[in-house]
Antibody, heavy 124, light 107 residues
């Protein structure tokens, strides 16, 4: 059974750096093809893809946020960490991590399991 | 970036209705499309991947179709638990992008 859970601060000040941790179980991030991604959702708005890290440490970022994001993994701890620098009130959102399937078929490599999300508010 | 446009943005329907939601990609994405259901205060739940393949455990009243740029999600007989917001998402190329969502409300 695959589960993911996000953790981190609920409130950050403008210009601060946000660090979020995704702790997962039921799969290994050393398995070929597997990935973990981050997605956010401002209150009342749509989902926005942020970043993705793969079993081989390949990393992908949203171009609009690439300069502010860093994604890393700790395979031994079953964790993925996302840092976002220079936080602004517009970054207030629920942040989700999700498991990307490592199927032999590329069409099956999508986000199949999501964490419950964590709301981060940016305010002074 | 590939833009994903859903229509309608919202709809009102009755229990038992057949509902269809459309998702259009700004360029061809083959079948690299997923659909998610999100209820208020909850995480998105995967419904369909590869445009038409049902995620394990998802009831068969949900179905997906399409290829290239035009896709649809159909709910064959709407039930109270289906009232939610639905999102499409392309995973053909980076950055992965989502549609703006379609809210299905009770008439």
């Amino acid at each position: 059974q695959i589960t993911l859970k996000e953790s981190g601060p609920t409130l950050v000040k403008p210009t601060q750096t946000l660090t979020l941790t995704c702790t997962f179980s039921g799969f290994s991030l050393s398995t070929s093809g597997v990935g973990v991604g981050w997605i956010r959702q401002p209150p009342g708005k749509a989902l926005e893809w942020l970043a993705l890290i793969y079993w081989d440490d390949d990393k992908r970022y949203s171009p609009s946020l690439k300069s502010r994001l860093t994604i890393t993994k700790d395979t031994s701890k079953n964790q993925v960490v996302l840092t976002m620098t220079n936080m602004d009130p517009v970054d207030t959102a629920t942040y989700y991590c999700a498991h990307r399937r490592g199927s032999s078929s590329s069409l099956s490599r999508y986000f199949d399991y999501w964490g419950q999300g964590t709301l981060v508010t940016v305010s002074s | 970036d590939i833009q994903m446009t859903q229509s309608p943005s919202s709809l009102s329907a009755s229990v038992g209705d057949r509902v269809t939601i459309t998702c259009r990609a700004s360029q061809g994405i083959s079948n690299y499309l997923a659909w998610f259901q999100q209820k208020p205060g909850k995480a998105p739940k995967s419904l369909i991947y590869a445009a038409s393949s049902l995620q394990s455990g998802v009831p068969s009243k949900f179905s997906g179709s399409g290829s290239g740029t035009d896709f649809t999600l159909t709910i064959s007989s709407l039930q109270p638990e289906d009232f939610a917001t639905y999102y499409c998402q392309q995973y053909n190329s980076y950055p992965w992008t989502f549609g703006q969502g379609t809210k299905v409300e009770i008439k």
